[in-house]
């Protein structure tokens, strides 16, 4: 059996679905105002929204790969969810048969905060507006009457392999990166900031908290706020400020012999119940604690007394809220434990969206790589609300929204006045395709 393999006029039929909700949320609209265009308008064929969609919809698709730009700046499906009236590129002056742009174009968008002084660098990001506008955006999905709203700082590790300006070794990651600082609500990437490796995990959180609770503030006012983080976010300067702001916290203490004496006599009681009934045994405690000169006064820390085998584990975390209301057990397993979403989150953004593919020289260009991940994993993150809920995939990782709904081939067909597009019958997911079209145009027409 021979076969003949050809190429015709096809895409991916998920970009529609995030052309829609591109559309009812404004997103790169909003986007499109972050960056200072210079270029001359008598020869500027592509718009800032119609790049920063392009460069948007590529990621959550999977094309974390500027290179890929030269064969997709071809897609039709891809260009309608930019926003491109002629999709087929038949009316372009420079560059007909290609709607979308080049990567090189791209790229000097990307990069051009690097270059101020080059005549060829005339659309520039401005980082500092775009963390402004990605705090703007996260906070608008919050529920103004919530009650409870809990902040989540991170740091991660975006290895480098090659020498990007502000390259370090990290000791601990053992390896030349980067230090991002990436705070969640939830799933909601709220902020995203570049750091070097050189300086604490803490580096510069207090000023980010500051900004994110400032807008929490303003959008619930309400509600109770609460900061959660490991152990490397356990600094006085992080939780003195909270505590003057009326802020809570919850954060990871690592473990030393005086933590480790108060803990040893529920530590013996755990091993006398793991003894007795076998299996994993934890008991919680709760006491007063002051380092000898980091803290500025003592705070309530509950310790876990945990037996795993023949080891034990103990851990402890710090805390601002008062044991009345929350207990032990309460502050450890529910509220500290829940950081395992966040981290979840966290490995999105950065693997599934590219957000650790820091390629550029430049740092700035690649603070501006960061930032466009955070923006996508906001797009899906308002494609589950919206468009997946009560489906299959309201909780998928985007990499599984990816693979199972976004990425279904698509026939296009061009005509004078339409594109028609056609999707494949035996699709395995397109009822919750259409479910997720119907309720995207619904809440366009509504929200």
């Known amino acids: 059996m021979s076969w003949a393999v050809r190429f015709s006029r096809r895409g991916d039929g998920g970009e529609l679905l995030l052309r829609q909700l591109d559309q009812s949320i ?35 698709l999977g094309y974390g790969d500027l290179n890929d730009h030269a064969d997709l700046r071809r897609d039709p499906v891809l260009a309608v969810a930019a926003g491109k009236i002629d999709p087929l590129g038949a009316q372009r002056v420079s560059d ?33 507006l775009l963390r402004v506008q990605l705090l703007r955006e996260a906070v608008r999905t919050l ?30 990651y053992g390896d030349y990166c980067y230090l991002p600082l990436l705070i969640y609500i939830g799933d909601v990437p709220v902020w995203a900031e570049l750091r070097t490796a050189d300086g604490d995990a803490a580096r510069g959180v207090v000023p980010a908290v500051e900004a994110v609770v400032a807008a929490v503030r303003q959008r619930c006012p309400h509600a109770q706020i609460i900061v959660r983080g490991d152990s490397g976010f356990c600094r006085e300067e992080l939780m003195a400020w909270c505590e003057q702001h009326d802020v809570d916290f919850v954060l990871g203490l690592a473990r030393n012999a005086r933590l480790l004496e108060a803990l ?17 045994t934890r008991e919680f405690t709760q006491f007063d604690y002051r380092t000898l000169d980091s803290w500025s006064r003592a705070r309530r820390v509950v310790g876990k007394a945990e037996i795993l085998g023949d080891k034990d584990n103990p ?63 906001l797009l899906l993150e308002r494609l589950r609300v919206i468009g997946l809920r009560g489906t299959a995939l309201a909780q998928a990782t985007a990499g599984t929204i990816r693979v ?27 009822n919750i395709f259409a479910q997720a079209h119907a309720q995207l145009l619904g809440w366009a027409e509504t929200g």
């Open 26 to 60: 404004g997103l790169s609209r909003r986007l499109a105002g972050c960056f200072r265009d210079e270029r001359d308008a008598r020869f500027v064929e592509h718009s800032v929204e119609e790049l920063v969609a392009q460069r948007l919809v590529a990621l959550a």
């Open 96 to 128: 007909p048969g290609r709607a979308l742009a080049a990567p090189a174009t791209l790229q000097r968008m990307e990069t051009a905060i690097d270059h101020p002084a080059s005549r060829y660098h005339r659309l520039s990001a401005q980082p500092a």
């Open 143 to 172: 529920d103004p009457k919530a009650r409870r709203v809990i902040i989540d700082p991170d740091a991660t590790d975006a290895r480098l392999h090659g020498q990007q300006q502000g390259r370090f070794f990290h000791g601990y």
């Open 264 to 280: 040893a006599p529920t530590l013996a009681v755990a091993r006398e119940r793991a003894a007795l009934c076998g299996g994993r």
């Open 315 to 377: 851990r402890f975390v710090v805390t601002s809220l008062a044991a009345a209301v929350e207990p032990a057990d309460v502050v450890y397993e529910q509220l500290y434990c829940g950081r395992g979403d966040m981290e979840n989150a966290v490995k999105e953004h950065q693997l599934d969206l590219f957000g650790e593919r820091l390629s550029c020289a430049g740092f700035a260009s690649n603070e501006v790589r960061l930032l466009l991940a955070s923006f996508t994993q």
């Open 404 to 430: 199972q709904l976004l990425k279904i081939a698509a026939h296009v067909t061009v005509s004078v006045r339409r594109v028609h597009v056609r999707l494949a019958t035996s699709f395995a997911r397109q």
